[in-house]
């Protein structure tokens, strides 16, 4: 399948719509735009006992837009709590070159040298779009979502979308909202440069990905980071209060 339109792609979330396809090999997507929507309030991540332990330990390695492509061939693969995908090729390829242009955005979490986990999203004015996350270890997904979620904090975001709801997600404190509801958060998170812009080759707007490695003093915030913001320095982060 040919990769869908970038500019496309970026007009459809603006106005609260996404792409899906039936499974992996499938030659066609489609625009969804669900009745109820999944957020997850960036004031409101549940952070149990045992995750902050988790993240203060630093049991992971967790970097941003360093395997942007490895992430979602990892979320694409069949496991055997889903087997199967909607991200198609044409979906795939979209959303690299959304990562090319600076929309798109990745968090890895590391096992050693191998790739365990993490996510991806699509980055448009103060709000994230999470498409997808995956966990090849024991809370590796919790993990990466709490570093997003800091890292949103950390960049001035103001929402989060998750799509839809699940019962992960409802444990780490998404919540579901009506349509009309999420229509004007996404609206007050899109600033008038991001509703026009929605153009590929324009700047990334309003949020700052890369604020935290920023904050943190990295020489490398320009770049694709691992950087040197530790576990701690997320939990003080998710624990503080707007």
């Known amino acids: 399948m040919e990769m869908l339109d970038p500019q496309l792609v970026l007009g459809a979330y603006a106005i609260g719509v996404f792409p899906m396809a039936d499974d992996r090999d499938a030659d066609s997507v489609y625009w ?17 006992k045992s995750l902050r332990k988790r993240i203060s330990q630093n049991r992971f390695r967790v970097t941003a837009d360093t ?4 992430i979602i061939q990892l979320c694409a693969e069949s496991a055997e709590d889903r087997p199967e995908t909607w991200i198609n090729t044409g979906i795939e390829r979209s959303f690299m070159a959304l990562h090319h242009l600076g929309f798109a955005h990745s968090i890895e979490c590391w096992d050693g040298d191998e790739l365990v986990g993490g996510l991806y999203g699509l980055a448009l004015g ?5 498409e997808s996350m995956v966990s090849r270890r024991t809370d590796a997904s919790k993990v990466a979502l709490a570093w997003l979620v800091a890292r949103l904090r950390a960049g001035g975001f103001a929402l989060l979308d998750c799509q839809f709801q699940t019962s992960h997600l409802a ?8 349509r009309t509801d999420y229509c004007a958060l996404l609206a007050a998170a899109l ?5 026009s812009a929605a153009s590929v080759g324009a700047s990334p707007p309003a949020g ?3 604020a935290l490695e920023r904050r943190a003093g990295s020489p490398l915030a320009s770049e694709v980071v691992s950087g040197p913001v530790a576990g701690h320095d997320i939990v003080q982060l998710l624990v503080q209060t707007s």
Do not use: C, K, N
Request: proline share 5%.
């Open 171 to 178: 444990s780490l404190g998404a919540v579901e909202i009506s």
């Open 67 to 70: 395997a942007f492509h490895r």
């Open 208 to 210: 700052d990905f890369f």
């Open 191 to 195: 600033d008038e440069t991001a509703g």
């Open 32 to 48: 969804v735009e669900p009745r109820t929507r999944a957020i997850l309030p960036l004031d409101g991540f549940h952070l149990s």
């Open 126 to 130: 103060r709000a994230f779009f999470g």
